[in-house]
């Protein structure tokens, strides 16, 4: 059944992956549309990296309306119930299937996203379905899979169909065609969905406790105390609040009488677009700081690989490391809430440490294979200097006299002796 829902309120949940081929995408183009991504209000060096170029560093595509049969979904738009047993929000509820797309980075890692919108603006019911759905992956709560605990039915003419969204999402990914090359949840172990929210409320006193929910992954019956806040950054511009946390970030406004075609409007296109395009910089920074820095953990005795990431190394650097993504306040403040609630300062300054290691090796490596070479030399030079020593002595022993520039020749082999040998007792 298609719905035409009122509500403007959109849920995107992100799966992180990473691609060991990174000149390929693991899933089929042939089922995606590649499109370009075009920032307003962010710097020209960020907007480079999506401009629709065979070498741009992030890739977006979106999977085609008309596939979406082949990857056991529903129509596009069509309405999905999804009824939960799950402890604490259990229930019957509606949402609305709207796009599947995948960002994908030349470093490999990537951002299978998928979007739903709501039937009505109840920030609760957002915060339920949130819950449930960012736990497709986890078994942490309940025992067995929580996706076991979760069925979801859509209806055609003439009977309801089940489907996984689960399994959904790792067939849109090839994940079973490509496990040896394909981590999924790289630097996540608890396998929950990355969450950014965009939430219409009706009512201006839910804002902080709706933003806390929503933002910390949890349903209806969270306990909101405003002593913890440390957990989640509140920013309130023109009844409009940010919550940030290590697993997603929430937007919740709310429109007053007087302004509300103005806020509905503003709020949904900048959070549905240029924010969370920063949201997706600063996510994917994080997930390429992390997998660097557990390489050069795992490979801190591996000359050879610390070397070879060393070119990688740089590159992150420069095209992934800001200091700033916009000239307008709002957006410049919000990554630097979200870098500093994702610890990239801390990670950057690791893979810093990381840089200068590997620059200590490289230049130590040179200098043991110069020291070898001189070393080999002066072995050398003294094996022919005693060669020409016992010749020397050879000649004495037959009587034949020595002139003075003989004895000069001698002098000279003596000293280059004494040196080679000082210089060869100094480098042991």
């Given at each position: 059944?298609?719905?035409?829902?009122?509500?403007?309120?959109?849920?995107?949940?992100?799966?992180?992956?990473?691609?060991?081929?990174?000149?390929?995408?693991?899933?089929?183009?042939?089922?995606?549309?590649?499109?370009?991504?075009?920032?307003?209000?962010?710097?020209?060096?960020?907007?480079?990296?999506?401009?629709?170029?065979?070498?741009?560093?992030?890739?977006?595509?979106?999977?085609?309306?008309?596939?979406?049969?082949?990857?056991?979904?529903?129509?596009?738009?069509?309405?999905?119930?999804?009824?939960?047993?799950?402890?604490?929000?259990?229930?019957?509820?509606?949402?609305?299937?709207?796009?599947?797309?995948?960002?994908?980075?030349?470093?490999?890692?990537?951002?299978?996203?998928?979007?739903?919108?709501?039937?009505?603006?109840?920030?609760?019911?957002?915060?339920?379905?949130?819950?449930?759905?960012?736990?497709?992956?986890?078994?942490?709560?309940?025992?067995?899979?929580?996706?076991?605990?979760?069925?979801?039915t859509y209806s055609t003419d003439d009977q309801e169909v089940t489907f996984s969204l689960k399994n959904t999402l790792y067939k849109i990914l090839g994940a079973n065609d490509n496990k040896e090359i394909l981590k999924l949840f790289p630097s996540n172990t608890r396998k929950r969905l990355l969450v950014y929210h965009s939430i219409i409320t009706q009512r201006k006193d839910e804002l902080n406790k709706t933003s806390y929910a929503l933002c910390n992954g949890l349903h209806k019956d969270v306990f909101y105390d405003e002593a913890m806040d440390d957990d989640v950054f509140f920013s309130s511009v023109l009844n409009q609040m940010w919550g940030i946390s290590s697993s997603g970030i929430v937007s919740v406004a709310y429109p007053d009488s007087a302004n509300r075609s103005f806020i509905e409007d503003a709020f949904i296109r900048n959070t549905i677009y240029d924010y969370?395009?920063?949201?997706?910089?600063?996510?994917?920074?994080?997930?390429?700081?992390?997998?660097?820095?557990?390489?050069?953990?795992?490979?801190?005795?591996?000359?050879?690989?610390?070397?070879?990431?060393?070119?990688?190394?740089?590159?992150?650097?420069?095209?992934?490391?800001?200091?700033?993504?916009?000239?307008?306040?709002?957006?410049?403040?919000?990554?630097?809430?979200?870098?500093?609630?994702?610890?990239?300062?801390?990670?950057?300054?690791?893979?810093?440490?990381?840089?200068?290691?590997?620059?200590?090796?490289?230049?130590?490596?040179?200098?043991?294979?110069?020291?070898?070479?001189?070393?080999?030399?002066?072995?050398?030079?003294?094996?022919?200097?005693?060669?020409?020593?016992?010749?020397?002595?050879?000649?004495?022993?037959?009587?034949?006299?020595?002139?003075?520039?003989?004895?000069?020749?001698?002098?000279?082999?003596?000293?280059?002796?004494?040196?080679?040998?000082?210089?060869?007792?100094?480098?042991?």
């Amino acid at each position: 059944m298609f719905i035409d829902s009122n509500s403007k309120s959109v849920s995107r949940f992100l799966l992180p992956f990473h691609y060991l081929d990174k000149k390929n995408v693991p899933f089929n183009l042939d089922d995606f549309t590649r499109y370009e991504i075009k920032p307003k209000y962010l710097v020209e060096s960020v907007c480079e990296l999506f401009r629709d170029e065979s070498e741009a560093e992030c890739k977006c595509y979106y999977l085609n309306s008309k596939c979406w049969e082949k990857y056991d979904l529903p129509a596009r738009f069509t309405k999905v119930k999804m009824e939960s047993t799950m402890s604490g929000c259990s229930g019957l509820y509606d949402l609305i299937l709207s796009s599947f797309r995948v960002f994908y980075f030349n470093t490999g890692i990537g951002f299978l996203e998928m979007e739903i919108k709501y039937i009505s603006d109840d920030v609760n019911n957002a915060a339920d379905i949130g819950f449930c759905l960012s736990n497709i992956f986890t078994n942490e709560h309940d025992s067995g899979r929580q996706e076991n605990r979760l069925v979801f039915t859509y209806s055609t003419d003439d009977q309801e169909v089940t489907f996984s969204l689960k399994n959904t999402l790792y067939k849109i990914l090839g994940a079973n065609d490509n496990k040896e090359i394909l981590k999924l949840f790289p630097s996540n172990t608890r396998k929950r969905l990355l969450v950014y929210h965009s939430i219409i409320t009706q009512r201006k006193d839910e804002l902080n406790k709706t933003s806390y929910a929503l933002c910390n992954g949890l349903h209806k019956d969270v306990f909101y105390d405003e002593a913890m806040d440390d957990d989640v950054f509140f920013s309130s511009v023109l009844n409009q609040m940010w919550g940030i946390s290590s697993s997603g970030i929430v937007s919740v406004a709310y429109p007053d009488s007087a302004n509300r075609s103005f806020i509905e409007d503003a709020f949904i296109r900048n959070t549905i677009y240029d924010y969370y395009y920063v949201f997706l910089l600063v996510l994917h920074e994080r997930e390429v700081l992390l997998k660097y820095n557990y390489n050069a953990v795992v490979n801190k005795s591996n000359s050879k690989v610390l070397i070879e990431m060393k070119k990688d190394l740089l590159k992150i650097r420069v095209l992934y490391t800001y200091n700033t993504v916009s000239t307008e306040s709002s957006y410049q403040r919000f990554y630097e809430c979200v870098a500093l609630k994702f610890n990239i300062s801390s990670l950057e300054d690791d893979i810093q440490d990381v840089v200068e290691a590997v620059e200590t090796h490289v230049n130590e490596k040179k200098d043991r294979k110069v020291n070898t070479i001189l070393t080999a030399l002066s072995i050398l030079a003294i094996f022919s200097i005693l060669t020409d020593g016992i010749a020397l002595a050879d000649r004495i022993q037959n009587g034949e006299m020595f002139g003075g520039l003989q004895w000069g020749v001698v002098g000279v082999v003596m000293f280059i002796v004494v040196v080679a040998m000082a210089g060869l007792f100094r480098r042991k």
